[in-house]
């Protein structure tokens, strides 16, 4: 089925900077795509973390473990986390696959560690692991679902050792999944995936989903955080009220349920890691400044609004890609990179379609 093509023009959002102290307010900590690389970074205080996912690098039972001991050292009072594509020991499919010899790319100790879990065993103590469920933390509802789409279809032929399934196999299925939450209710939705079109661009097409894409515009939730697409990691948009996007937005097929004056929905991609991947870095230390500390946002306690984060306001205004798989245009700036994860977001008016060519997220 051909997508439908989306061209949504985001702006970086008009919000207070985070206090020392955060009164009235839930304070959420986000990161994604640390790929086992948690330890570095510097995880500033607050009430609830967040992690959407590619915890670990090669999905390995040890990884989760050390994982989920490095979050029980944290302060945080809670831990939600949502897999992605990289957590492999998390998937019910590919245990299975790995189990019964099909995929053969683990040590037989470590196909051993596998066939020791129970099917339910999502190996997390230390946190609400989100698998198309949802719940109430702090007053606020939180939805989480770890499918991923590559090159907008599910590849299990290459990529078997990967998460990319968690029981999907197309669009429909991750639509029916994620239809299980209350559209109503939810006021933070944390999902591996980008919303398709929107900052999801990778190897010059689309890595989003487009099930997550329209959920995001039933649940319209507060907050939207995601992660899988590097190199737009550490930023917080908002849709521009623009005539453009309303078009488009209208071309979908939601102005039924839904209007523009109702948008809400605060997107954070939160990928910790600036490039595309560590498989360079297997013989060598990896830079210290290829990994951005946590995104850190405010919401208050009584309308749910967000509020604060510790992202510059710049009124920066980043174009999304248009048609699913087609070539982007070489003539748009590439997000900007700096050492400073403060000001990661500093170049004003960027316009960005093009990020640096990756092999796979």
């Known amino acids: 089925m051909r997508t439908t093509p989306l061209?949504?023009?985001?702006?970086?959002?008009?919000?207070?900077?985070?206090?020392?102290?955060?009164?009235?307010?839930?304070?959420?900590?986000?990161?994604?795509?640390?790929?086992?690389?948690?330890?570095?970074?510097?995880?500033?205080?607050?009430?609830?973390?967040?992690?959407?996912?590619?915890?670990?690098?090669?999905?390995?039972?040890?990884?989760?473990?050390?994982?989920?001991?490095?979050?029980?050292?944290?302060?945080?009072?809670?831990?939600v986390v949502v897999p992605g594509n990289h957590d492999s020991v998390m998937d019910q499919e590919v245990r299975e696959l790995v189990r019964s010899g099909e995929v053969e790319v683990f040590s037989e100790e470590e196909v051993n560690k596998w066939r020791e879990l129970e099917d339910d065993d999502d190996l997390l103590a230390n946190a609400h692991v989100l698998i198309n469920r949802g719940l109430e933390l702090e007053g606020l509802t939180f939805f989480g679902s770890p499918h991923t789409m590559f090159n907008g279809v599910h590849d299990r032929s290459r990529y078997n050792r990967y998460a990319y399934s968690f029981g999907c196999t197309d669009e429909s299925d991750i639509a029916e999944y994620v239809a299980q939450s209350d559209y109503q209710d939810c006021h933070v939705l944390v999902t591996h995936s980008p919303p398709l079109g929107i900052a999801d661009v990778s190897s010059r097409s689309h890595r989003g989903s487009l099930a997550v894409r329209n959920a995001v515009f039933k649940m319209n939730p507060a907050l939207h955080v995601f992660g899988h697409v590097h190199p737009y990691g550490g930023n917080v948009f908002k849709l521009e009220n623009c005539q453009e996007n309303k078009e488009k937005i209208s071309a979908l097929g939601c102005s039924d349920d839904w209007s523009w004056s109702r948008l809400k929905t605060t997107f954070v991609n939160a990928a910790s890691l600036k490039v595309a991947g560590l498989s360079e870095y297997n013989n060598r230390p990896a830079p210290a400044d290829i990994f951005r500390q946590p995104v850190v946002i405010d919401i208050r306690r009584d309308t749910k609004d967000v509020v604060a984060s510790n992202k510059s306001s710049n009124h920066e205004k980043i174009h999304g890609s248009s048609i699913q798989g087609s070539a982007v245009s070489q003539n748009s700036s590439k997000p900007n990179r700096t050492n400073n994860p403060g000001v990661e977001n500093s170049t004003k008016n960027q316009k960005v379609q093009n990020v640096n060519e990756v092999k796979r997220n």
């Open 7 to 79: 061209s949504l023009t985001l702006t970086t959002p008009t919000l207070l900077p985070p206090s020392p102290s955060w009164p009235g307010c839930v304070r959420l900590v986000c990161m994604s795509d640390t790929h086992g690389r948690h330890r570095e970074l510097q995880v500033p205080p607050g009430d609830i973390l967040i992690h959407s996912g590619d915890f670990t690098n090669t999905g390995t039972f040890s990884e989760a473990q050390d994982f989920d001991d490095w979050l029980g050292s944290l302060p945080h009072r809670h831990k």
